[in-house]
């Protein structure tokens, strides 16, 4: 079990993260429906339509909208990659073993569902996102890049976009597909995410109001 110094440091940082990637999904999510009314709209464009000016208009809005969509993914993603590793460490460097050590001390009191350990612990997304230029390499050296990365609305999601584009971000369904290092295609859900987070934050607010309620006077570090 962590000490009470250990436990006030680490869950502190946790759930600062992790309410501030929970509101990164929403900013995410905001940014994504006004992606999707700029694609309504385009589709509905006439095809005799002329003024450049007009056009040129939608389609800068469109970019604007896949820039908002990417920061706030980022930035979502980010924050999950260091609530993730604070929680679920990985490596063999003596800092890496103090860390996993820790992990298990914080895990073992905070008593996760399953479910929300293996969400919240899968190194696949976060390994990819941290590491996408190698998958870069790899898509190009194998020969089966198409784009980069592509957003994208799940009724026109193919195999072949699965495939070929190692970032596919799928707008209506806060999905997002991508490659591990073996090529193979995996997805993860932004709202599992979200779940995952929300139960963690729940646990956490938890324990900090426990610890506020038997604080001792003179405490710097009682919640």
Same mark, same amino acid.
């Given at each position: 079990?962590?000490?009470?110094?250990?436990?006030?440091?680490?869950?502190?940082?946790? /759930?600062? %993260?992790?309410? &501030?990637?929970?509101k990164r999904i929403v900013m995410?999510? $905001?940014? !994504?429906?006004?992606? +999707?009314?700029?694609?309504?709209?385009?589709?509905?464009?006439?095809?005799?339509?002329?003024?450049?000016?007009?056009?040129?208009?939608?389609?800068?809005?469109?970019?604007?909208?896949?820039?908002?969509?990417?920061?706030?993914?980022?930035?979502?993603?980010? /924050?999950? %990659?260091?609530? &993730?590793?604070?929680?679920?460490?990985?490596?063999?460097? $003596?800092? !890496?073993?103090?860390? +996993?050590?820790?992990?298990?001390?914080l895990l073992e009191f905070l008593?996760?569902?399953?479910?929300?350990?293996?969400?919240?612990?899968?190194?696949?997304?976060?390994?990819?996102?941290?590491?996408?230029?190698?998958?870069?390499?790899?898509?190009?050296?194998?020969?089966?890049?198409?784009?980069?990365?592509?957003?994208?609305?799940?009724?026109?999601?193919?195999?072949?976009?699965?495939?070929?584009?190692?970032?596919?971000?799928?707008?209506?369904?806060?999905?997002?597909?991508?490659?591990?290092?073996?090529?193979?295609?995996?997805?993860?859900?932004?709202?599992?995410?979200?779940?995952?987070?929300?139960?963690?934050?729940?646990?956490?607010?938890?324990?900090?109001?426990?610890?506020?309620?038997?604080?001792?006077?003179?405490?710097?570090?009682?919640?």
């Amino acid at each position: 079990m962590p000490n009470e110094r250990e436990s006030f440091v680490f869950f502190s940082e946790i /759930r600062d %993260t992790a309410i &501030s990637a929970l509101k990164r999904i929403v900013m995410f999510e $905001e940014a !994504a429906k006004a992606w +999707m009314e700029i694609e309504a709209a385009i589709a509905s464009w006439p095809d005799d339509a002329s003024g450049l000016d007009g056009l040129f208009g939608r389609g800068n809005n469109q970019w604007d909208a896949q820039y908002e969509m990417f920061e706030a993914l980022e930035d979502v993603l980010a /924050r999950w %990659t260091r609530v &993730s590793q604070m929680l679920f460490p990985t490596g063999r460097t $003596e800092p !890496a073993r103090r860390a +996993m050590k820790r992990a298990d001390r914080l895990l073992e009191f905070l008593n996760l569902p399953a479910e929300i350990s293996r969400t919240l612990g899968d190194r696949k997304l976060r390994d990819a996102w941290t590491h996408f230029d190698e998958r870069l390499d790899d898509a190009l050296e194998q020969d089966r890049l198409a784009w980069p990365q592509w957003f994208i609305l799940s009724e026109d999601l193919t195999e072949y976009h699965c495939k070929k584009i190692p970032r596919l971000v799928v707008a209506d369904t806060l999905e997002l597909y991508y490659h591990d290092r073996n090529a193979k295609v995996c997805c993860t859900s932004l709202r599992d995410m979200q779940a995952a987070l929300t139960v963690l934050v729940d646990r956490l607010k938890l324990h900090a109001s426990l610890r506020a309620s038997r604080a001792r006077p003179g405490t710097d570090y009682g919640l």
